[in-house]
């Protein structure tokens, strides 16, 4: 079969990153389409070309790609994808909406619905200072556009693949769907199990208000005999760097050897987002280290809490720093009852084989449900022959059978 592969747009490596990775292990020829190509790291795309849409030549669109959302609809629906039989769709929100054919099969691994014109729409207007005035009107109208053209632009996908059941939930809430569930991969060979672990907590993360990085600083604050090392970059670290004591510490962006390292020799990893998935509290665990999390989510599915068996780390159930410091201090009461060896036992759950061999087995499951209204069809066009082949019969003399 010609396999096309879409993916939204291509600029850092992340989570999305990892998962296209492995589709092109499981279809290395197929052709790549992005709305934009500015990744450094070519290896993540098998060093294959990318097809990319008009949104790559306007004005700052490497920096600031996002702004051109309201043009992105009608960007992914001039990639031409008549020639080939397989699409799959890697997407957070726009990549699923490529136009295909009825006989053309389009699989879609969806990472999260559109949740910045839907559950979430008043957060990020908040967010943005975006409540009131003109300006709140027109991104609210955009808003509202852009959730009809998800809603209809889902309807061409035949099977879709959500990374976590949580994700699944929003699948059915906004599309009304049912979805697989396929974790994303997670490379467990790059990371190495360490026992050996200092004094110390861990952050790694983008300084954005949805991470609420601000609360876990908040919790260390209050208590100046934890040490707390915060990885990461982003628009708020100025403003986190402001309110921290003493014992938090600022390090930015680190290359991945040296976020390994922490995370190899931090006590805990410490994590506050409302996330349906995140990669990151799997690599911890991947090296053996604890997880303090808040108990919503994604996070769910991939750390098991103290309490159950082989845990891997605590929950709290409030995004607060109260509550954050509580489970920090459950967890240095019951630290001893989380191993290693089951952090790292937990991470090869979710290891890019399983992805792999699971991802396969929907893609096959896919073409065959697709195909079989053909199949049905040409059982009929046999029946019709059968049924010509009748009328010549003579009607004291039926049809032989063999």
């Known amino acids: 079969m010609k396999v096309a592969i879409v993916h939204d747009w291509l600029v850092a490596p992340g989570g999305a990153e990892k998962v296209l990775e492995q589709i092109i292990e499981c ?22 070309p990318v097809a990319t849409s008009f949104i790559q030549r306007l004005p ?4 600031r790609y996002r702004m051109y959302l309201p043009l992105m609809p009608l960007a992914v629906e001039q990639f031409d994808l008549s020639g080939y039989d397989l699409i799959i769709t890697n997407s957070s ?14 699989i879609s691994y969806v990472h999260a619905p559109m949740r910045y014109v839907g559950d979430l729409q008043h957060r990020y207007l908040r ?10 009107w027109a991104v609210r109208t955009m808003l509202h556009y852009l959730r009809g053209w998800d809603a209809d632009a889902t309807n061409s996908v035949d099977h879709l693949i959500a990374n976590s059941h949580s994700v699944a939930r929003r699948v059915m809430k906004a599309y009304r769907r049912d979805a697989a569930v396929i974790p994303p991969p997670l490379d467990v060979d790059e990371f190495e199990l360490c026992a050996q672990k200092e004094d110390f907590y ?7 208000p949805c991470e609420r990085i601000d609360l876990i600083v908040d919790a260390f604050n209050a208590t100046p005999e934890r040490k707390l090392i915060v990885i990461g970059d982003g628009p708020l670290m100025a403003s986190m760097r402001a309110m921290a004591a003493a014992n938090v510490t600022f390090i930015g962006a680190q290359p991945f050897d040296m976020l390994k390292d922490y995370l ?16 990151v509290l799997l690599e911890a665990q991947a090296c053996g280290t604890p997880v303090i999390a ?14 159950e068996r082989q845990p891997t780390g605590v929950f709290f159930a409030r995004q607060t720093a109260v509550a954050i410091l509580d489970a920090i201090d459950r967890f240095e009461r019951l630290h001893h009852y989380i191993t290693p060896a089951a952090c790292r036992a937990n991470a090869e759950r979710f290891s890019a084989t399983v992805f792999r061999r699971a991802f396969m087995a929907e893609v096959t499951r896919a073409i065959s449900v697709v195909d079989l209204p053909e199949r049905i069809a040409a059982m009929g066009r046999g029946d019709r022959e059968l049924t010509t082949q009748q009328q010549d019969w003579p009607a004291d003399e039926p049809p032989k059978r063999n």
């Open 27 to 48: 279809f290395p020829d197929a052709d790549l389409f992005s709305l934009v190509d500015f990744l450094e790291d070519r290896q993540l795309l098998a060093n294959k």
């Open 60 to 63: 700052f669109a490497r920096s």
């Open 93 to 106: 929100s726009i990549a699923k909406g490529v136009l295909v054919g009825p006989d053309q099969t389009h």
């Open 127 to 136: 967010e943005a200072n975006l409540r009131r005035g003109p300006k709140s």
């Open 202 to 208: 861990l952050v790694a993360s983008r300084m954005e």
């Open 264 to 279: 190899q020799r931090a006590r805990a990893f410490v994590f506050a987002a409302e996330e349906d998935f995140s990669i």
């Open 294 to 307: 808040f108990g919503r989510g994604g996070v769910l599915e991939t750390v098991v809490p103290v309490g």
